[in-house]
């Protein structure tokens, strides 16, 4: 019979008076690169079966197609060596001959292949004879229920054949390649530790992990198909959270907290859980992934841990015990703290200090009080029964929502050089006035007068390239460079700092509009103020690439996070006044009465850089990036700015040890693993708020590391503020205002005292805290010193920022 041909898996062979079309431009049989998502995969050409029993102009027509688009190309002649074929080659895209039955039955065969594992990803074709014009078209049915994707009405054309070709590769082919791929993706997810469940929008779930099982104690038949609703729930207060979720999903934003579950056994087990909503086409919200991983603080929990460990890591003790947070101690040796704390041997041993300072983490002097009842709570719930836990949870979500983060002075303020600086920094000033003492000056203008783009400037002279060679270190002189440049220090070292962390590539902006937007935020510092000028902003700028470069820090953060960072720092202080908030407020400024009184010069900091990014295109980084990308950026930026705000110091500063530093720190001294980072460390990207914590702490900290510099740059920077702050006092006294710092008088004041109520107040505790996470040696010695430098002139009743036989020197 002719249906039973020999086996044929070699390509045939060309007619020679075929047409031999040119192939393609690009369209070579080599491997291309896709990017699906977040993966990059490597697609190989495009393998096609050709099923015919005879060679025909049909077959050729599909052959030469083959050849044109650079695919590979086989040809089987019976139903026994073509599905031998598939299944040695697994094409993507098969052409069945289902003109004539004579010779083998199209549809068994393709009923054949679909049959197998492999095929679920490979499209099917099938060439029917062309109808004429009297005769009805037949149904598709037929052939989509016997496993067809497409139906190509017989053409030989090798233009035509080869479009088809071209559609399906474009449209079926690429969409199951991309399943294909997604098969990695659940298997990572199936070997995944953490608990993850998939659910569609109306919270029907569709996927759980076999983490997720054993978690909860239920199978997957259990659960897929059900809606979220149906399964058992256990907080009395579910309503409230679920609406509090809700909420936040809706808006498309991940939400993630603690809540107790009821287990298929009926135990409750208190879990930190994440839901992240997966938006899709129109906007619309079509999946919600959610992670959960035990939180092990109840018995319950305790035991559940345990299982989960001797079952998935029994007898193998390279791997951590938990998956979760696992910290382990990332500092090897103390031998580069060694090192530097030997060059003075009059100072502190920066070692002990080391030690010191991560003790101090558990019980800093800043504590306020309600740090202390959060303690008393958490170590409360350890045996508590679950009502109560749940309780007292409810009470801690209250306790850190809301502001009671202030500080008790305690004896400090029996110090008036201390008791000033808070007085002057930390309120704003109108509480310092009693009755009809308040003024309203109207004289007063500190509105921002529109400058103009200054000229682009050329390329970097050599004695400026010179000194940014050094940007990377600690010991950087901003004072050098404001020198050879003209008070223009902003510019060229934001240039070399943004060219370094990629910011025209993240913001896909020119580095012209970059250079403009800088020429325009430097113009709008005043060159005036002792302190406050484009010189300060670019020790900041300074500061925080420094800390951005920190293997913790930078194993935290993302690349918008670092955008973010040297953006606000860059704009913290644009078009300050030289005078503080307390001033402003005394004096009835229109920014205070703008702004309400409230964190007045911040406010106006940010809005007025974006104000004048925005008014002209030829600075506006912001144009070119996305609108969401623009909004998360906008926030971040906002919200480090505001935290340079002095009157909520002690809140950052306690949220930080507490949701930070405190953690880590148990969990290094829990982890006796070596040889790599903790693993709570790499998952701080996966906590948004414990990322804000660190941008905020990372920008108060560059906004005050003068103490933290070397000694001559830290002596030049007391002395600039405290001209300021003179300044400040005598024009308080000339409009007759309330003096907010009395002791920063030029004819009384003591500079060293000043310094040491600062240290001890403001910069110690924080840069502790710091130190403890960011690891930085360099500046605690330096802060050391600089202390040390400070007491000395303090024990010798000078009142400068040197001996009197320095300054003659």
Same mark, same amino acid.
């Given at each position: ?6 086996? $044929? ?18 369209? !070579? ?6 990017? &699906? ?9 495009? $393998? ?23 695919? =590979? ?19 993507? &895209? ?16 393709? +009923?054949?292949? =679909? ?47 080869? #479009?088809?070709?071209?559609?399906? !590769?474009?449209?079926?082919? /690429? ?30 779930? $569709? ?37 509090? &979720? ?12 603690? *809540? ?29 992934? %959610? ?38 101690? +990332? ?11 030997? $060059?003075?041997?009059?100072?502190? %041993?920066?070692?002990?200090? /080391? ?18 009842? &959060? ?6 719930? !350890?045996?508590?029964?679950? @009502? ?54 109207? #004289? ?55 060219? +370094? ?13 970059? =250079? ?73 400024? !229109? ?52 935290? @340079? ?79 300021? *702050? ?84």
């Amino acid at each position: 019979m002719a249906a039973l041909l020999p086996l $044929q898996l070699q390509p045939a062979p060309r007619r020679m008076n075929a047409p031999r079309l040119p192939a393609e431009p690009g369209r !070579e049989a080599s491997a291309t690169e896709v990017q &699906i998502g977040p993966m990059r995969l490597t697609q190989d050409p495009v $393998q096609v079966l050709l099923i015919f029993a005879k060679e025909d102009s049909q077959s050729d027509g599909f052959w030469w197609a083959c050849d044109r688009a650079g695919y =590979r190309c086989n040809i089987a002649r019976t139903p026994e060596s073509a599905l031998e074929c598939f299944l040695d080659k697994h094409q993507e &895209i098969i052409v069945i001959d289902h003109r004539n039955s004579r010779y083998f039955d199209a549809e068994d065969i393709c +009923r054949s292949i =679909r049959a197998t594992k492999p095929s679920e990803h490979t499209v099917i074709l099938a060439v029917v004879p062309r109808t004429s014009a009297d005769q009805e078209e037949t149904s598709v049915l037929p052939l989509l229920n016997a496993g067809f994707d497409r139906r190509f009405m017989e053409n030989s054309s090798i233009t035509a054949c080869y #479009n088809e070709l071209m559609q399906i !590769e474009h449209g079926e082919a /690429r969409s199951q390649f991309k399943l294909r791929a997604c098969n990695a993706v659940f298997t990572a997810l199936e070997h995944c530790q953490e608990a993850i469940e998939i659910t569609s929008e109306d919270r029907v779930i $569709q996927y759980v992990n076999p983490a997720f099982e054993q978690m909860m104690g239920y199978q997957k038949g259990e659960l897929i198909g059900k809606e979220f609703t149906e399964l058992p729930k256990s907080d009395k207060n579910r309503a409230d959270l679920s609406d509090t &979720i809700n909420a936040c999903i809706k808006k498309g934003k991940e939400w993630q907290g603690v *809540y107790y579950a009821r287990r298929k056994s009926g135990d409750s087990i208190q879990q930190h859980v994440k839901i992240t909503p997966v938006i899709g086409q129109g906007g619309k919200i079509r999946h919600l992934v %959610s992670l959960k991983r035990l939180c092990c603080t109840n018995e319950n929990n305790k035991q559940l841990c345990k299982s989960h460990r001797d079952e998935n890591y029994s007898g193998d003790n390279s791997q951590s015990e938990s998956h979760s947070f696992k910290c382990k101690n +990332r500092r090897k040796d103390s031998a580069d703290v060694k090192s530097i704390s030997s $060059q003075s041997s009059d100072a502190p %041993s920066l070692q002990t200090r /080391r030690y010191s300072s991560m003790a101090r983490i558990h019980s800093m002097t800043i504590e306020a009080p309600i740090t202390k009842v &959060i303690n008393i709570i958490n170590a409360a719930q !350890e045996n508590s029964p679950i @009502t109560v836990a749940e309780a007292l949870d409810r009470v801690l979500e209250i306790l850190r929502t809301t502001e009671l983060y202030s500080p008790q002075l305690g004896t400090k303020d029996e110090d008036p050089h201390t008791s000033d600086l808070v007085g002057g920094l930390m309120t704003d000033g109108l509480r310092r006035l009693s009755g009809n003492e308040h003024v309203f000056s109207k #004289n007063m203008n500190l509105s921002h007068s529109h400058l103009s783009v200054p000229n682009t400037i050329s390329d970097v002279p050599p004695c400026i390239a010179q000194l940014l060679d050094n940007e990377e270190s600690w010991d950087f002189n901003i004072f050098e460079l404001e020198a050879v440049t003209n008070k223009r220090p902003l510019v060229y070292l934001g240039l070399k700092v943004f060219g +370094r962390f990629g910011v025209s590539e993240f913001l896909n902006c020119s580095e012209a509009t970059l =250079r403009a937007w800088l020429q325009v935020m430097e113009a709008n510092y005043h060159s005036s103020n002792a302190y406050h000028n484009s010189t300060h902003a670019a020790d900041v700028l300074h500061a925080t690439a420094f800390f951005l470069g920190k293997e913790r820090v930078k194993g935290s953060l993302g690349h918008l996070d670092e955008v973010a960072a040297l953006i606000a720092a860059t704009i913290h202080d644009v078009d300050h006044p030289g005078r503080t908030n307390s001033f402003l407020c005394n004096a009835g400024s !229109e920014l205070a009465v703008l702004y309400n009184d409230t964190a007045v010069l911040e406010s106006h900091h940010t809005a007025l850089a974006f104000q004048l990014t925005a008014k002209d295109s030829k600075c506006n980084i912001f144009k070119n990036i996305d609108r969401n990308h623009y909004r998360t950026l906008r926030q971040a930026i906002i919200d480090m700015v505001l935290a @340079t705000e002095m009157t909520k110091h002690f809140e950052h500063v306690n949220k930080f040890v507490n949701s930070i530093n405190k953690p880590m720190a148990s969990e290094e001294t829990s982890s006796h693993s070596e040889g790599s980072d903790c693993e709570c460390t790499a998952n701080m990207k996966n906590f948004p708020d414990n990322q804000t914590l660190i941008k905020r702490m990372m920008i108060k900290c560059a906004d005050v590391a003068n103490p933290c510099r070397p000694l001559e740059l830290c002596i030049e920077w007391a002395g600039r503020i405290s001209e300021e *702050y003179f300044a400040q006092t005598d024009e308080e006294k000339r409009q007759g205002l309330p003096v907010v710092m009395p002791v920063f008088d030029r004819n009384t004041c003591s500079i060293p005292k000043s310094q040491i109520s600062f240290i001890d107040y403001f910069i110690t505790d924080m840069f502790d805290a710091w130190d403890a996470f960011a690891h930085l040696p360099v500046l605690m010695q330096h802060l050391a010193n600089n202390y040390k430098h400070w007491k000395m002139l303090d024990e010798l009743k000078c009142k400068s920022l040197r001996l009197p036989s320095e300054n003659n020197n």
